[in-house]
């Protein structure tokens, strides 16, 4: 009886550690020109938030969170409310040599909103850069010979996901958080 016990629990443990993989899928992306980006407007409260007050939040999220000699704010136009930047994700080593998430993030700050557009996600593959959403191309319309196995390209793209969720997380909360 301990034998059968046993053999079931090890059944059951390698039944739900293969399956974990199957978990995992390839999100669907929204795409402009071929790309895939990500964006929303956020409406905020104007009377705990005004505009000079969000301008200031968005300095300061992105100075914690990337300003590093990779990633720099790009357009700081504080008159029209416009700060655009790089960000970089460093991901965990796993499944191939695909280790970080490039991108570039727009934010534009009006009275009571601001909108934010995370484009050009891009990563090395071997030394050479590609672009997420010619990874995600190939999920859409399959080649006889894809660049990316299928398992490392859906785990990729899983994380992209992921971090990129993450992000917007991180700023919808970070542009409303007093810093000071």
Known sequence: MQKIFFTVIILFIFCYAYGQD???????????????????????????????????????????????????????????????GTGTVNFKKHKGDYRDLLFTIDILIGNGFYTYKIYNLYGYDNGTKFYYSDMYSEELYPTPKPRWPKTISTYKLYNVDVSVNEIIANLKSGIIKKWR
Do not use: C, M
């Open 22 to 84: 199957e978990i995992l899928h390839v999100p669907k992306f929204h795409l402009q020109s071929n790309k895939i980006v990500y964006y929303d407007t956020v409406f905020v409260d104007t009377t705990t938030n005004s505009h000079q007050q969000l301008l200031e939040n968005v300095h300061e999220w992105y100075s914690h969170t990337y300003e590093t000699s990779d990633d720099r704010l790009l357009i700081d136009n504080s008159d029209a409310g416009l700060i655009s």
